[in-house]
């Protein structure tokens, strides 16, 4: 999780971007003070470290033993820069039963009952797992022993730490459900920032841990998560100044590694540097699409799951993509000027919504009334952008609305003055937690992908029934259907007992009546 070499010093007094800008260009005045208002906006959401732990000079370097049961060289030269700086413990990693603790307060269980502890430690072998704890290096990631021994140094003494991911569990497909249908945090999360508890069903944040990727956010498919040093309102504040500007879109790492470089933008585009690019899902994606009226060039190895998505969007309507790749500025020096232009929408996104009713809204602008085929899900990788469809075997369904209860997002809601069960299924996660919640069986979920017509983003009817009239009032208060069944279930249990039958189809006030009669009722 460590670079490989110390990260340029750049000026703090400059904007993000502002180093890519060719000074020569005659724009060049005018697109500093845009990306001036922007470093603002990004200053205005920056944390200040709330907590703080203390790292003691304890230090372990874990290995594996060699033949002869010696101690790698490696391990005893690095033990031997270290020990003017630190205290430190040398262990075999196969006589290392367990390890436990956080930055500043780790402990190693040993085979032989010991337990050693250290604040930082070393890893001189490939252990994933060790190295998703904050404060456990491992030395592949560091171009030379003095780098390392530096960043060691530099912890030591107060260290603090922002609660930059904040959390509403009322919005999460994860907290308090009987069975596990979202925990997409957890899986793409690289170290321990956060967590679940299967059994309690509860997700377990570690701030300590939290290295700020952010991708925790960007795969979350009802934003119950949000980056707090760039929320989605900051984010679209900034996107607001991009309006008709092509987009040059890098996370810091790479800014920094593009200044290392000496890199130079071509005149006609505007960087738009981001702490990372985990964090936004296509809503994001198409908003800074829609917002500056092009396709966005992206920096980086690889197209992340939603702009992968947001492609196949942009490819089904306008026959070409809105993300491009660029991984040398060579490619972006010869594509500079035949970026596509995409049809421009100033819509504001509403923040306090599940962002797929936003995304809904886009998406129906550039649909209008045409037709453009599905749109494919991403289906491979660790963070899967998911999109699909509900079929209700309407036959069966009693509308008994468990599933209504089961859904957090609105897409399926019922209607009280037709006795109708609605989807709207471009709300729908696919989470898939209706179907079990189901009593009857009668659900069947795809994740094709969204289909590009104006069907799709409306309401839809998939489950109709005629409303079952009190048989002493004469209020409707339930459908034929559930209570034919009820009837079906308890008729035989009744059948010598005509008041407990008559109540199963009456309304909730004249069960009463009619258990105790009418006289007992009022008294």
């Known amino acids: 999780m460590q670079p490989l070499k110390d ?23 005018e697109k500093l003070a845009k990306l001036n208002q922007i470093q603002e906006i990004i200053d205005d959401f920056t944390l200040e470290s709330k907590k703080q732990v203390t790292i003691s000079s304890k230090l372990a370097m874990i290995y594996i033993k060699e033949a002869q049961d010696t101690i790698p060289q490696i391990v005893q030269d690095f033990a031997e820069m270290a020990q003017d700086f630190f205290e430190v413990s040398l262990l075999d990693l196969n006589v290392l039963e367990n390890f436990s603790g956080q930055f500043g307060s780790f402990y190693a269980h040993l085979n032989n009952g010991n337990v050693v502890e250290f604040s930082q430690a070393v ?82 944040f570690s701030p300590i841990d939290c290295i700020a990727c952010g991708a925790c956010v960007g795969v979350c498919p009802t934003n ?81 799951a939603p702009m992968q998505f947001l492609n196949n969007i942009t490819q089904q309507i306008y026959k070409k993509d809105s993300m491009f790749l660029v991984q040398n500025m060579e490619s972006l020096k010869q594509n500079a000027d035949s970026l596509p232009q995409i049809e421009s929408y100033l819509y504001k996104n509403r923040h306090n919504k599940p962002f797929r009713e936003s995304f809904a809204q886009r998406l129906q602008y550039m649909v209008k009334e045409g037709d453009y085929g599905v749109a494919k899900s991403i289906l491979e990788g660790e963070a899967p952008v998911l999109y699909g469809d509900l079929k209700v075997d309407s036959a069966k369904c009693t509308l008994c609305l468990s599933c209504v209860g089961a859904c957090n997002v609105n897409a399926l809601f019922a209607r009280e003055e037709d006795f109708s069960l609605r989807l709207n299924a471009s709300l729908c996660t696919t989470c898939g937690y209706c179907i079990t919640s189901c009593p009857e069986n009668v659900m069947e979920l795809s994740r094709e992908g ?25 209020k409707p208060f339930s459908t034929k259907k559930s209570i034919d069944k009820v009837v079906g279930m308890l008729g035989v249990a009744f059948a010598n007992d005509p008041k407990k039958l008559k109540t199963l189809q009456c309304c909730p006030d004249c069960k009463v009546r009619v258990m105790f009669g009418q006289g007992e009722a009022n008294v």
């Open 224 to 304: 119950c998560l949000e980056y707090e040093e760039l929320p989605k309102e900051g984010l679209e504040e900034i996107l607001e100044l991009y309006k008709g500007e092509k987009i040059f879109l890098c996370s810091l790492r790479d800014y920094h590694k593009l200044c290392a470089q000496n890199a130079i933008l071509p005149d006609s585009i505007l960087p738009l540097v981001l702490p990372n690019l985990a964090m936004l899902n296509e809503n994001d994606l198409l908003t800074m699409v829609q917002l500056s009226g092009y396709a966005v060039f992206v920096f980086g190895e690889t197209l992340s």
């Open 7 to 29: 990260p340029i010093k750049i000026d703090q007094t400059l904007p993000l971007g502002s180093l890519l800008l060719n000074k020569i260009d005659k724009n060049y005045s």
């Open 450 to 474: 969204i289909a590009l017509n104006a069907g799709y983003f409306k309401s839809r009817e998939i489950a109709k029934d005629e409303p079952f009239l009190c048989v002493e009032c004469g």
């Open 123 to 204: 890893l001189f072998v490939d252990e994933a797992e060790l190295a998703r704890f904050r404060g456990v290096y491992n030395v592949a990631d560091f171009a030379n022993a003095q780098i390392l021994l530096e960043v060691l140094r530099q912890n030591i003494g107060e260290y603090g730490y922002k609660e930059i991911i904040s959390y509403k569990e009322e919005s999460c497909q994860y907290h308090h459900r009987r069975e596990k249908y979202c925990a997409k945090c957890v899986e793409v999360c690289p170290t321990f920032g956060v967590g679940g508890n299967d059994s309690l069903m509860e997700l377990v």
